[in-house]
């Protein structure tokens, strides 16, 4: 033969080789038979039989039968014209890959492409440094090859993180399948162990099949995961060296998606947990039987598909549900140090002891003069104050000099008995803000920025509600109070005593927190001011209209005279009558409240319980520009709902 012609010879055959009408010995030429994408349907439970050889295989629908645990059970076989299908390209485009490297990618893909079924929706993903999704799955073939064409080598390997992602992209619907070339070892994973064993978990619990093409890759490492992935699914492992190979292993991987017949199990008991399933059919005149341990029933079924000549080997499992959807690390180490930030602010305000001024200083002296007040509490403990601290608190007294509602809010922080100052007050609501933001990071990883917002609303409105609920339920405590100390009062003046010595002889004997705001007013009168004028001021710090009754029944008394027992008498006995009234209203309103409580709390609750049962369904709300539009217009309709519901159940007495 002629050299010129021998030249020829070889360089058609290698064009035949690369374009995938001749496969190269050196492909896997073992038929096997794995069953994939099993799950219950319809009281009914549906699968698909993936068969692998050098050429396309069909299964004799006529020859199929099945048992579970050794029982006969119908099984009837159809094609794949209603099985969604998706398949991923996951490409190595790390810098060792090379442009000879990456043209062979080229080559490889237009041969999977033209082998590949129409209906199979196609898809990729490079990793580098780190992976990236460059294609949705699509049906477009010339959208595939495109994408394919355009990447480029450069960087070190993400591996783990592809294959992670990868699975994350494919989803649990339908038949899955991952075509990944890899030519080394992950080289970015901080954890290879745990991060192999969780990415080995995701594939096997989401029956992903992964086949795999290690393109002159002989790494140990490398060769060890990349088994693991491909036994987690019962795909394939091949080694190719050169573009023919790498071409042949993409055609096998197509020709299996056309190898793919659907089946569908017909018990006539429900099956519930593990059974032993067991499938024998004939396929180009060839008996085959496939066995597997498959869950059936209300536990998730795993679609893991495994191998008839092979089993894979066992991983150890990942150390949280939630590795294989681990949020990124610079989330993670973000929120942790915010709650870390947050947790030592909060302890340290709270340990360090606090800076009394000379006011405060002066009333402690006044009241330790007191004997009721000399019971209610000690005495102020001259400590050196925390440098650091006062200047946080420091601060936060300038913020808060400059703003209109900060007497407002000191009034409710005395009407709750919290020894804070306003400046306290910003620091500590400053640290629930962070302490919030952080655990929303923790909590929602895979969306930090979602976390941080609704961590700061909460942080931001959670200390107020709790000043505002404390306040209310002391003010509401003193206002039950009341009408019984009047009346004790009345019966002191009805003695003999002064108003100043009856409130004192009262004063001695009540509860809290009466015993102390009537302390407070007598220290008030001891300094020189007016019994009425002091009184006057604990009703407005107390927020109760029933003590200003009483005061201006009294004032009302000191002007035109009369008895002024008499008249505490009947104020006491009208507050009662008030009080009573007021039971009556919300006993015949508690059924709108507790409806109001409930329609409030159920949205909430759900909210809640899908977080922990279907998180990829309600993870859509802030994953997909729609989904926050959706839950921004829930929240403001939320608050709307709260405030009608509130006004129309709230009677005021």
Known sequence: MRPCSRAVLVAVLTALITLGWITPSRADTNPTVTIGDLKAAHGTYQGVLTFRAKQVMQVDAKSVTATVDGKPVPITVQGTSHLQRTALLVIDTSGSMGSNGMQTVRQATAVYL?????????????????????????????????????????????????????????????DRSIVLLSDGADTESKRPARDLAAVTAALKSQGIRVDV??????????????????????????????????????????????????????????????????????VAGRPFVVSQQATFGALPPSSAALSATARPEPTPSPASPAASTAAPSWALWGGGALLAIGVFLFTYILVTPSRHSQRERRIATIQS?????????????????????????????????????????????????????AGEWLVLRVLAVVLA?????????????????????????????????????????????????????????????GLPQALEGVTRDAAEP?????????????????????LDEVSARMGTESLHMAVMAINIQRQVGGNLAETLDTTAHTLREREGLRGQVAALSAEGRLSAAILIALPICLFLYMMFVNYDYIALLWTTGIGVVMLIGTCVLMVIGIIWMRKTVQIEV
Do not use: C, W
């Open 114 to 174: 033209k082998e590949v079924p129409s209906d199979v929706k196609v898809g990729v993903l490079r990793f580098a440094s780190s992976p990236a999704l460059v294609l949705q799955p699509t049906t477009n073939r010339s959208a595939v090859q495109k994408a394919v064409d355009g990447l480029t080598a450069g960087g070190n390997t993400a591996l783990y993180g592809a294959v992670q992602k990868a699975a994350q992209v494919l989803g649990t619907a339908g």
């Open 369 to 421: 003069y007191l004997e009721a007040a000399s019971r209610q509490g000690k005495k102020v403990q001259e400590r050196g104050p925390s440098a650091t601290r006062e200047a946080f608190v420091a601060f936060g007294e300038r913020v808060m000099s400059k703003r209109g509602s900060t007497a407002r809010t000191m009034q409710l922080i005395q009407r709750a008995d919290l020894p804070l100052r």
């Open 437 to 497: 933001a952080g655990a929303g990071v923790l909590l929602l990883g895979d969306a930090p920025l979602v976390g941080v917002l609704l961590g700061s609303v909460v942080g931001f409105a959670l200390p107020t509600g709790f000043l505002r609920f404390k306040a209310s339920r002391r003010a509401a405590a003193f206002e039950k109070q009341l009408p019984q100390l009047l009346t004790l009062v009345a019966t002191s003046l009805r003695s003999g005593f």
């Open 213 to 282: 093409v290690r393109f002159k890759n002989r790494d140990k490492g490398a060769e060890r995961a990349l088994a693991l992935f491909a036994a987690a699914g019962g795909g394939s492992d091949v080694l190719a060296n050169d573009t023919a190979g790498v071409a042949g292993a993409f055609r096998s991987s197509a020709q299996a998606l056309s190898s793919q017949s659907q089946f569908t199990l017909r018990p006539a008991l429900f099956l519930a947990g593990r059974h032993q399933l067991i499938i024998r059919a004939t």
């Open 514 to 534: 009466a015993a102390k705001e009537l302390s407070r007013a007598l220290a008030q009168v001891r300094i020189g001011s007016d019994i009425a004028d002091a």
